[in-house]
């Protein structure tokens, strides 16, 4: 593989814009304002395609904002709005002139509006709703008009509390009557004891939304506003305070240091939710989901501090710490209500759920294997730690020793992740040649290519994609596609994000900094393009063949996102096609010829059609026997579509035997890859990957045999 592949231009670009930072100053007493300034200013530098900061972009902040603040527009009064738009066309002049008055303005409008509909909704709760009545609701807030008037907000929010409260009120029915059939003697409640109950329910969702809402801080709401600014750019682009760039780097890398669980505020309580197999609190065998964590105690300290009615995010730094320390938990233990310390000793924490995972399946006498890769993940701070090309070799060798036939790589759903990445995984399946070409503005091309002209597996080979194959995800199948050393089998065409992110830590540019961490700005400074020259922007990867799934019809792809770059293509760098199979093209149109006749396909079609038509209905009754009449329709529609997940390949997918020796410590990891294992056995599109490499190694024997003939 290739050992020294180029720097990213990124890197030249920072290392060039580090130098014009040092004769400009970021000293702003204001953090705000210094955020502001500092952010535009690398926008403007080393954005791919940096806009111009007019009237324009002014507008699309505007409403991107105000959206992002209550785009289901139950805050804001028509008076409100109208005070606002003095900036419509100003937000421009405001970043020029490192003012905050617009964010001010509204930031403190919400907080009062928020607090005013408390009450509202605790008012409106507390009478009974009338489902006789007969009323409609629209849900497409975007086309409401703001109210101008109290009464006008309060009816807004009893019809959508009436319509939450209606959701809640049909399901406690059909459950009721549930108990009567298969129960004659059950009492059922009454149609007022459900009424009441189902208010409860949604009095209780709107006071965990107030109880969340209540811990955001004024930072969180500017970055709500900054990110209106970033995304102006392109959808790519996006500052992450330093909490969230703290996650960014756990979902590319899929480790952390702490304790291993997953934590959940509710109420005023911090609750497990999940112990991550593997990690401390899992070893110790003393945490289980549903335990509250009442006190945190560092072991350099001599008293705990209360995490009761702090912050989520607070309590996780208190809880998370570096590897080898130890912390004490006070823990109320959710079985016995009784309270516990128990003491952990930190650890570095892999979250299984972002790593390559392994099987495989015996069809025909043949074995074949499938790699299913969520992300393509990498540690930030040092690739030479686990990533997610090191990990595929490992299988495929592991995978080989079992005597694989033919390898599924499936990306669905996969957003992408390291470019590098891309190169080594592609590298194993191809002799020398360039993967990728990146391009940055105004600078030349720059083909990243796999130096190493050894091939890990030169067998069958097919990938697997859908609408949410983004990314990296696109310049893999895109390259395997160009040098025709694989199948691509999915969506019409990937997702068409053909650009790429490098996080630039904002602290760099900061010669003296009052106020600690700034966060990290994730910054598109780049283009990519096939080797054939086409970018897969805006139009991604169209598959060899193609079969409908649930997202066939709804505007999921880059196109149908904010600010898109623009599709272009380049010149085609130089690469030669894979020669390892025969009847290539002969494969793909046996393939679309059997997807063409699959009765499983035609109803995944129909279905995904019906989904879209739901999801553009945005007008409800909240009558309730029309609701009923509805959703007894939508049921009836929606059993005829039961078959679908009742599909059965008949296909037995195992673990490989080192993953085998895993369970028996590991029961959690047993039963998660137990359960992908019956996934797989009812997914068509894994049923076809497999019969697709039958064919192609079919035809390998064959040229196998007819080499040998010649010779």
């Known amino acids: 593989m290739k050992k020294n592949l180029k720097i990213l231009v990124v890197v030249l670009l920072m290392a060039a814009t580090s130098c014009s930072f040092t004769t400009k100053k970021f000293d702003d007493p204001n953090k705000d304002k210094l955020l502001i300034d500092l952010i535009t200013y690398v926008l403007n530098e080393g954005h791919y395609d940096a806009r111009e900061i007019n009237d324009d972009f002014s507008e699309g902040v505007y409403d991107k904002y105000l959206e992002g603040l209550d785009g289901s527009k139950r805050f804001f009064y028509a008076s409100d709005i109208k005070e606002f738009d003095a900036y419509r066309d100003k937000i421009d002049d405001q970043i020029e002139e490192q003012k905050i008055d617009f964010f001010d303005l509204t930031y403190n409008r919400l907080l009062k509006r928020s607090e005013e509909a408390r009450s509202i909704y605790k008012?409106?709760?507390?009478?009974?709703?009338?489902?006789?009545?007969?009323?409609?609701?629209?849900t497409d807030f975007s086309e409401a008009d703001y109210v101008t008037s109290k009464g006008e907000l309060k009816e807004r929010w009893r019809k959508q509390l009436k319509f939450s409260t209606l959701i809640t009120f049909y399901d406690k029915v059909e459950e009721e009557e549930q108990k009567k059939e298969e129960d004659p003697a059950y009492e059922m409640k009454s149609k007022e004891e459900l009424e009441k109950e189902?208010?409860?329910?949604?009095?209780?969702?709107?006071?965990?939304y107030y109880d969340f809402t209540d811990d955001l801080e004024r930072k969180d709401y500017f970055t709500v506003y900054l990110n209106a600014v970033v995304e102006a750019f392109d959808p790519h682009t996006f500052y992450?305070?330093?909490?969230?760039?703290?996650?960014?780097?756990?979902?590319?890398?899929?480790?952390?240091?702490?304790?291993?669980?997953?934590?959940?505020?509710?109420?005023?309580?911090?609750?497990?939710?999940?112990?991550?197999?593997?990690?401390?609190?899992?070893?110790?065998?003393?945490?289980?989901?549903?335990d509250e964590i009442l006190k945190v105690q560092q072991e350099d300290e001599d008293n705990p501090v209360s995490i009761v009615g702090m912050r989520l995010e607070d309590a996780v730094d208190l809880i998370k710490g570096p590897k080898d320390s130890k912390v004490t938990l006070t823990v109320r233990k959710k079985l016995m209500g009784n309270i516990e310390e128990i003491t952990l000793t930190r650890?570095?924490?892999?979250?299984?759920?972002?790593?390559?995972?392994?099987?495989?399946v015996n069809n025909n006498a043949k074995n074949f294997g499938i790699i299913n890769l969520p992300k393509f993940y990498f540690n930030m701070e040092d690739y030479e730690e686990r990533n997610?090309?090191?990990?595929?070799?490992?299988?495929?060798?592991?995978?080989?020793?079992?005597?694989?036939?033919?390898?599924?790589?499936?990306?669905?759903?996969?957003?992408?992740?390291?470019?590098?990445?891309?190169?080594?995984?592609?590298?194993?399946?191809?002799?020398?040649?360039?993967?990728?070409?990146?391009?940055?503005?105004?600078?030349?091309?720059?083909?990243?290519?796999?130096?190493?002209?050894?091939?890990?597996?030169?067998?069958?080979?097919?990938?697997?994609?859908?609408?949410?194959?983004?990314?990296?995800?696109?310049?893999?199948?895109?390259?395997?596609?160009?040098?025709?050393?694989?199948?691509?089998?999915?969506?019409?065409?990937?997702?068409?994000?053909?650009?790429?992110?490098?996080?630039i830590d904002l602290n760099r540019w900061l010669r003296s900094n009052e106020f600690g961490d700034v966060g990290a700005l994730k910054l598109t400074t780049q283009k990519f393009y096939r080797v054939n020259g086409g970018s897969t922007q805006l139009?991604?990867?169209?598959?060899?063949?193609?079969?409908?799934?649930?997202?066939?019809?709804?505007?999921?792809?880059?196109?149908?996102?904010?600010?898109?770059?623009?599709?272009?293509?380049?010149?085609?760098?130089?690469?030669?096609?894979?020669?390892?199979?025969?009847?290539?093209?002969?494969?793909?149109?046996?393939?679309?010829?059997?997807?063409?006749?699959?009765?499983?396909?035609?109803?995944?079609?129909?279905?995904?059609?019906?989904?879209?038509?739901?999801?553009?209905?945005?007008?409800?009754?909240?009558?309730?026997?029309?609701?009923?009449?509805?959703?007894?329709?939508?049921?009836?529609?929606?059993?005829?579509?039961?078959?679908?997940?009742?599909?059965?390949?008949?296909?037995?997918?195992?673990?490989?035997?080192?993953?085998?020796?895993?369970?028996?410590?590991?029961?959690?990891?047993?039963?998660?890859?137990?359960?992908?294992?019956?996934?797989?056995?009812?997914?068509?599109?894994?049923?076809?990957?497999?019969?697709?490499?039958?064919?192609?190694?079919?035809?390998?024997i064959k040229q196998d045999k007819l080499a040998k003939v010649r010779d």
């Not at 409106?124 to 709703?129: A, G, R």
């Not at 330093?242 to 291993?260: C, H, N, T, V, Y």
């Not at 924490?349 to 972002?354: D, N, R």
Request: no cysteine.
């Open 539 to 700: 139009e991604g990867v169209k598959s060899d063949v193609v079969v409908p799934d649930r997202y066939s019809f709804i505007d999921i792809g880059e196109k149908d996102q904010d600010n898109p770059l623009p599709w272009d293509k380049i010149d085609p760098a130089s690469y030669e096609v894979w020669e390892g199979f025969v009847n290539f093209e002969k494969t793909i149109e046996e393939s679309k010829d059997r997807m063409g006749t699959n009765e499983q396909l035609k109803l995944i079609e129909e279905h995904a059609k019906w989904i879209k038509d739901q999801s553009e209905d945005n007008s409800h009754s909240l009558m309730f026997e029309e609701y009923a009449a509805t959703a007894e329709m939508n049921k009836e529609m929606a059993k005829r579509f039961d078959s679908i997940k009742n599909y059965n390949t008949n296909l037995t997918f195992k673990s490989l035997p080192y993953e085998v020796k895993l369970f028996e410590n590991d029961t959690i990891l047993k039963e998660k890859r137990d359960r992908w294992h019956k996934n797989l056995s009812k997914d068509v599109y894994v049923e076809e990957a497999i019969h697709v490499l039958a064919d192609m190694k079919k035809n390998n």
């Open 198 to 208: 189902a208010r409860k329910v949604t009095l209780n969702s709107l006071d965990e």
């Open 240 to 290: 992450f305070a330093p909490q969230d760039k703290d996650r960014f780097d756990i979902a590319m890398s899929g480790k952390l240091e702490g304790i291993g669980a997953r934590l959940q505020k509710k109420s005023d309580n911090i609750t497990i939710t999940e112990v991550i197999s593997g990690g401390p609190a899992w070893r110790s065998e003393q945490l289980d989901a549903g």
């Open 347 to 360: 650890d570095i924490v892999e979250i299984e759920e972002t790593y390559a995972k392994t099987a495989m």
């Open 388 to 503: 997610a090309a090191s990990d595929i070799k490992k299988d495929i060798i592991r995978l080989k020793e079992q005597d694989m036939d033919g390898l599924v790589l499936d990306l669905r759903n996969n957003g992408g992740g390291s470019l590098k990445t891309v190169v080594d995984i592609a590298g194993l399946f191809i002799e020398e040649g360039p993967i990728v070409q990146v391009k940055s503005s105004g600078k030349r091309k720059e083909v990243l290519s796999d130096e190493d002209p050894s091939v890990l597996w030169d067998g069958p080979l097919v990938i697997l994609v859908n609408e949410l194959s983004a990314s990296a995800s696109e310049i893999l199948a895109a390259a395997m596609q160009d040098y025709k050393r694989a199948i691509i089998i999915g969506s019409k065409q990937t997702y068409g994000k053909g650009t790429v992110q490098n996080v």
């Open 123 to 138: 008012e409106i709760l507390e009478k009974p709703f009338d489902f006789s009545e007969n009323e409609i609701i629209n």
